[in-house]
Nanobody, 127 residues
Framework: QVQLVESGGGLVQAGGSLRLSCAAS????????VAWFRQAPEKEREFVTA????????SYADSVKGRFTISRDNAKNTVYLQMISLKPEDTAVYYC???WGYGTNVIATTREMYRYWGQGTQVTVSS
């Protein structure tokens, strides 16, 4: 069982920055593909970004390209989401998700492909 805990959310003004963290409980975390999804009020949960097991492969939603950066520190069992130039439309609950992905460079971008989920962290961007 993989437990994921997000942190780092908060309230920030438009144009500001935040860094989210996703800490995992499993020793083999380095074998997992990890993604960030977000869900705004009354909207579907949407893919934001993901990173493969080795950290070499990444994928981003068009809406965050150039502003968000995903990275991982396997020694710390943690994945990070650095967000800059935040916009009010980035306001949402951000969820970390993981799936086994050792040896593959294929990065899943749909929520159904991820088995493990965190509880989410709120990000609010004021205008």
């Amino acid at each position: 069982q993989v437990q994921l805990v997000e942190s780092g959310g908060g309230l920030v003004q438009a144009g500001g920055s935040l860094r989210l963290s996703c800490a995992a409980s499993v020793r083999t975390f380095s074998s997992y593909t990890v993604a960030w999804f977000r869900q705004a009020p009354e909207k579907e949960r949407e893919f934001v970004t993901a990173i493969n097991w080795s950290g070499v492969g990444t994928s981003y939603a068009d809406s965050v390209k150039g502003r968000f950066t995903i990275s991982r520190d396997n020694a710390k069992n943690t994945v990070y989401l650095q967000m800059i130039s935040l916009k009010p439309e980035d306001t949402a609950v951000y969820y970390c998700a993981a799936r086994w992905g050792y040896g593959t460079n294929v990065i899943a971008t749909t929520r159904e492909m991820y088995r493990y989920w965190g509880q989410g962290t709120q990000v609010t961007v004021s205008s």
